[in-house]
């Protein structure tokens, strides 16, 4: 073995006979790999050792590829972790090790290379490893599978090489790589098509500058031609390829031009209509979900719909055709699995670990909601997007063509779905009451007559004998709620009536696939109705099936039950706060604390859970409070003495704590000042002072937002930590802490201020008063100069929060703002005046007075320069309407 030519480190024969005889033993049968790994774990305390390990992985011929392979993957492992402390020189020999790999006649060694050089780039860039950029351009011009980099880095393309003028990687890339269209191997020409997929993803100068403009119709299928050609050429010229994966790659290839630069394809879009409608059908299901995806990107691109009208006879009742399950689908399996063993009295199985998908906390925000809302047509079987498949992208398809061409499909549609749901086939039944689901918003106006009917018809199929026909039954429901609902406002009740409680029944059923779509179905009735309008006749009902589920159900289906009761506390708060109906959910829900134990992951979704019920069900929470707080408290210190001890992993007791934390302020902000006394005789404030200074930004989150919420309740608890308090908020505002990863933090820390300081005197401000306007001054000057950052981060935040004291401090602060700065609100009007129109009732006057001098001097401002009746042109009617009420306008 040999260094690198030109290397600065020469490796001594007995430590590369060392560390390879460490990584072969890795691979002997029977040895004790973890000894072995703790070995080359004490091995990193040399600062050469990553450079034995480049050595042995680059020039360690005559040894076996899996050893070589090892090295390298250590060597990936420790790049990442600690490549800012690798010395340059050191930095420069792995790096030179490394470039002769990428082009190894061993797969595995170049797959590990090209790992390993994804992992430096994207630490410090493309652009910083120029000798990568040629040796790449080399492995290229010869066709070698060298391109990894670019397909897995494609923002660093973008990158400008230094000492180059002003030429970019995508420059030196980009052509060898449109070149490789034309390769004799398959995989090449895959591999080439999909490196540039991604590449389009930025659209680089290179490509644009390298794509044909006008295509003739001709030009589709066949490689003939000069090798020469530009990206949407050689698409076209590949789109009849033998080969499955490039015809493949050329469908997403297709796609993404769609949404880049749809003027590109107008003069080919009959042609390419054809070929996606015909692959679409293809075989091959990978090749049809690719081109599936061409109808919804059809609708969201900028092409003139009409070319599509003439062909929906035939697109529409393919995607219908391609909506029904597979024969050996694993989702039809599985859901049949569960139902065997229902019949066979073995429906409380314990669910497997493997199906237990990782828990994710949503976080304590303050002064903005939770980003996103739930999204059902994403999920027809309430289970979570296990695959992305035909039948799914199908679905999509048809959801967005009916949303573009409204009732006019109907004609096509009802007479295919009339004929399935009379087949003796469940998965024809199945998927043509999918397709009434998928049409449901689009179709809204023509389907309206039909709807009673349809309801009548599909409440039977909630008690089909196959698992996912009730699945879908529940679901393909909730997407017609708001016309239920609307139906019982008008005093129509009866399909309401007969829906919730069949909806109920089978959130009871014995499949936990149904439960959870039955569970999912519930959810959305609660956030589409008026609580105290619609659902306060069937909450009663609701809540007893819901504590009945937190019996019957599993680990996996518990969870559909717990984000069911938190919409129940978030949607319907006043509801839930009635005696009588919180003696129904509350004592089981609050009684699970006690079957699980601390360290159960499954507590995290619970306390997630009863943070929502605590925080919307007042006073009658009361009589669980201090047995929920003291568990609260205990689950805190234990996790930080197993993670200090070692003896917890640190990121899954952070996740209890955080759980914990956010709990105690559900409990703060339900029972307001009653949680003093709990308060006054715990640890907490030492616990808050810990968690404000925490490393991980997900406890800091929530202990700022616990002392913001415990300053409301009971300010003299938090004063005396004040000092420390405020000293960990004013480090998280520093323009270094204030990140994407840390922003919520950050958010809660200026928050949690405000908040302690309108209980506190100015005497007792005043020893941290400047320090806080300095930062906070800072802060308003970036949102100030920062006309982008000032639209979406404020206007849209407050337009997005319910009415209370927060929101009115926000709008308050946002005027403020504005009197200073009337120009901060250029380019962001439209979304100014939306979050104006947010508000329900504005209770203060101070505010509404503010609010009114603020438009009507906008509205002098654009008169003035004749701006504005094309500013409120801007506004739908409604908000047009609603603003001009509020403001006087």
Known sequence: MTAPTGASFNPTQEGVAQIVSLLTDVHKPGANQSEVYAQLDRCKAYPDFNNY????????????????QTAGLLLKNNVRAHYGSIAEDFRAFIKAALLPVLGHASRPLRHTAGTCAVTIVNLTGLGAWPELVATLAEGLDSGADSNRIAEDQPLQMDAQLPGAGNQRVADVLVPRVLNLLSAPTADLRALAVSTLNQLANIMPGALIDNMDRQVPGQAWGGRQGSSEKGFLQGLFHLALDSSTSVRKAVCQGLVAMLMAVPERLVASMPDLI????????????????????????????????????????????VLLKNMAYEEFDEEVQDAEELEEQALRGSATQADRDDEIKPYIHKGTGHGEEAAGEGDEEEDEEGDGIVHWNLRRSSAAGLDMLSNQFGDELLPIILPIVQQ???????????????ALGAISNGCATGLAPYLPEMVAMLLPTLKDARPMVRCISCWVLGRYSKWLLERAESGQRGELDSMMAAVCERCLDHNRRVQEAACGALSTFLEEGKPEQHMAPYMAAVLQTLAST???????????????????????????????????????????????PDGDRELLPLMECLTAVAAKSGQQTEQFAAACFFRCIGLIERAEQAASSGAFDPDEA??????????????????????????????????????????DADIRQSGFALVGDLAKACAPHIKPAMAEVFTSAMYNLQPQMINQRTLSACNNAAWCIGEVAIKCSSEELKP??????????????????????????????????????EKEHAFLGLCALLRLNPQGAGGCFTVLCGAIVSWRHVGCEGLHNELIQLMQGYKAQLTGMGQWDAAMATLQPAVQQKLSAMCQL
């Open 654 to 695: 952070a996740e209890f704590v955080v759980c914990a934390l956010d709990l105690i302020s559900g409990l703060t902000e339900g029972l307001g000042v009653s949680i003093e006394s709990l308060v006054g005789r715990s640890p907490l404030r030492e616990i808050i002072v810990r968690s404000c200074k925490d490393p």
């Open 420 to 434: 399935r749901l009379l087949e003796p086939d469940w998965r024809a039944r199945e998927s043509a009451i999918l």
């Open 768 to 805: 941290f008063a400047l320090q806080a306007l300095e930062r906070f001054v800072w802060i308003l000057q970036v949102l100030l100069l920062s006309q982008s950052l000032l639209a979406p981060r404020m206007c849209a935040a407050l337009r997005g929060i319910r009415d209370d004291i």
């Open 53 to 68: 390990l480049a050595f042995i992985f680059a020039s360690g011929d005559g040894l076996p590829i899996e050893v070589r």
């Open 274 to 317: 054809e070929y996606m409608l015909k692959s679409t059908q293809d075989e091959d299901e990978g090749i049809a979900v690719e081109a599936c995806e061409f109808w919804t990107a059809f609708c969201e691109s900028e092409v003139d719909k009409d070319v599509l009208r003439p062909s929906l006879p035939r697109v529409l009742p």
């Open 550 to 596: 937190l019996q019957l159900y599993g680990r996996k289906a518990m969870r559909s039950a717990y984000d069911t009761i938190s919409t129940a506390a978030d949607q319907a708060p006043g509801l839930l706060s009635q005696p009588a109906l919180a003696q129904i959910i509350l004592p089981p829900l609050f009684g699970k604390l006690d079957t699980l």
